[in-house]
């Protein structure tokens, strides 16, 4: 046997295990817990069977000599462990557990209110194969003690299922999304995120004090009015802009921009009327 050397350059280096590698079907955990094994093998598969199918539909035209197909889908991957001979005959012990707990995986838990069977993964050393379900169990007994099964040959059959995004993982998704929304609403100038309600009284207040503070740069109708308390200040929640408002509701002008920590104003922000040669600081 001659191997092609460019393919073979190309495969990923693995070691033999020092430490004995044990098999086991887990829970597939969507909570980021650490996975809980429910059939642990009592001998590790002596070989693993593995198939896939896609499903192509057949078109037959009127006359034609040969028929076309069309794609529809392409199935999970179907892992089949044969001929796993268990023998406890020698030992004294009753394989009746092993054969009860792997029928429970085929079962959905009325009891404790799961409605479908376990959604597993079958992990062998490095080797996983999941997320999976049992579809079938076959196992054949050839002797026994007392009645209790102590040979058996028992064969499994496992079925790919669409990955469960995990809790973590939709944690996740929903922190860079979020994240993503922030820095696109600071590019934009506005706060990370919508002002509160303490936040837009906090906006109202350091306006307020603005206006004040820079009195004699405002038009001689504003000073006026900021004399005479006779405005108010309406705070866009998602904008962070202080709006000041005049007699009969009029929008006088945009006092300053909250980002939910400090104000900006000045040229570019602040649009309150100046008077002839003020400047908004």
Do not use: H
């Not at 093998?41 to 197909?69: D, G, M």
């Not at 707990?101 to 009891?111: H, S």
């Not at 002002?195 to 009284?201: F, S």
């Not at 309406?234 to 920590?261: E, L, P, Q, R």
Request: hydrophobic share 40%; proline share 6%.
């Amino acid at each position: 046997m001659r191997f092609n050397q460019q393919a073979y350059a190309s495969l990923p280096t693995a070691s033999k295990q020092s430490a004995s590698v044990e098999a086991v079907l887990l829970e597939y955990d969507i909570s980021g817990n650490a996975p809980k094994p429910l059939w642990v093998f009592l001998v590790n598969p002596q070989s693993l069977r593995f198939s896939r199918e896609a499903k192509y539909t057949e078109i037959s035209p009127l006359a034609s000599q040969r028929s076309e197909i069309q794609y529809v889908s392409t199935n999970g991957q179907t892992l089949s462990i044969p001929d796993l001979i268990l023998q406890t005959w020698y030992c004294g012990k009753s394989l009746r557990p092993l054969i009860e707990g792997i029928n429970l995986l085929l079962e959905a838990d009325i009891k404790n209110k799961k409605y479908a069977p376990p959604i597993l993964k079958f992990q062998m050393g490095t080797r996983e194969f999941g997320p999976c379900v049992l579809t079938n169990v076959q196992w054949e007994e050839s002797a026994w003690l007392g009645g209790e099964p102590a040979s058996v040959k028992l064969g499994l059959e496992l079925k790919e299922v669409p990955k469960v995004v995990s809790r973590g993982e939709i944690e996740l998704q929903l922190t860079k999304g979020m994240e993503t929304a922030k820095t696109t609403r600071e590019k934009q100038g506005k706060p990370r995120l919508p002002l509160t309600d303490r936040q837009r009284a906090d906006a109202s207040a350091a306006a307020k004090k603005y206006l004040e503070t820079n009195i004699k740069q405002w038009a001689a109708d504003v000073q006026a009015a900021i004399r005479g308390s006779k405005f108010k200040l309406s705070t866009d929640a998602s904008s962070g802009a202080v709006t000041m408002i005049g007699v009969g509701g009029k929008t006088v002008g945009t006092v300053v921009v909250w980002d939910g920590f400090a104000a900006k104003s000045g040229l570019g922000v602040t649009t309150v009327p100046l008077v002839t040669g003020g400047k908004a600081p």
